[in-house]
C-alpha cells in the first residue's frame, strides 16, 4: 500500500472513517468483529493494580 493510498482512509475532520474501504485495504480486520473484547485490555476498564 502506498501513502497516498493510507491518506485516502484518512477521514476529514467531523467525519466517519469508510469503514468498508478499510476493510477492504485491511482484510485482516474482519476477525476483529469475532475477537472477544476483554474490558481489562481496555482504557475504559478500571485498573486492578490499585
Request: charged residues 20%.
Given at each position: 500500500?502506498?501513502?497516498?493510498q493510507?491518506?485516502?482512509?484518512v477521514?476529514a ?38
Amino acid at each position: 500500500m502506498k501513502y497516498e493510498q493510507l491518506q485516502a482512509l484518512v477521514p476529514a475532520p467531523g467525519r466517519q472513517p469508510d469503514y468498508r474501504a478499510c476493510l477492504a485495504a485491511f482484510p485482516a480486520l474482519e476477525h476483529a468483529k469475532t475477537t472477544p473484547q476483554e474490558p481489562a485490555h481496555h482504557a475504559d476498564a478500571p485498573f486492578r493494580g490499585n
